[in-house]
């Protein structure tokens, strides 16, 4: 696989600082992490290799949850009331 290891970054609702943190900490030692409820950051030498290395990404976790008959974890009800009362609906 063009990415290798493939970090898990906790979530971290949007905007918080401490999601940039976790993912420049890691940069330069992985071409991908995995943002958890959020979804991936890819790097590569241009656009086209990053987004190569994307798609083959989004298929090897496609089949890593159907092979093992898991389900994607949602986010949990505390957290979409955080969520919610961060970014209210217009």
């Known amino acids: 696989m063009r990415v290798g290891k493939l970090p898990l970054i906790p979530y971290h609702i949007p905007g918080d ?46 089949l890593y949850l159907l092979l093992r008959g898991e389900n994607p974890r949602g986010l949990t009800q505390e957290q979409v009331a955080e969520l919610e009362a961060r970014f209210p609906k217009d």
């Open 17 to 62: 600082p401490k999601l940039g943190d976790a993912v420049r900490g890691l940069a330069g030692k992985h071409s991908a992490v995995l943002l958890a409820n959020h979804g991936p950051v890819v790097a590569g030498k241009n656009l086209e290799t990053a987004v190569y290395a994307t798609e083959e990404l989004e298929e090897t976790a496609k």
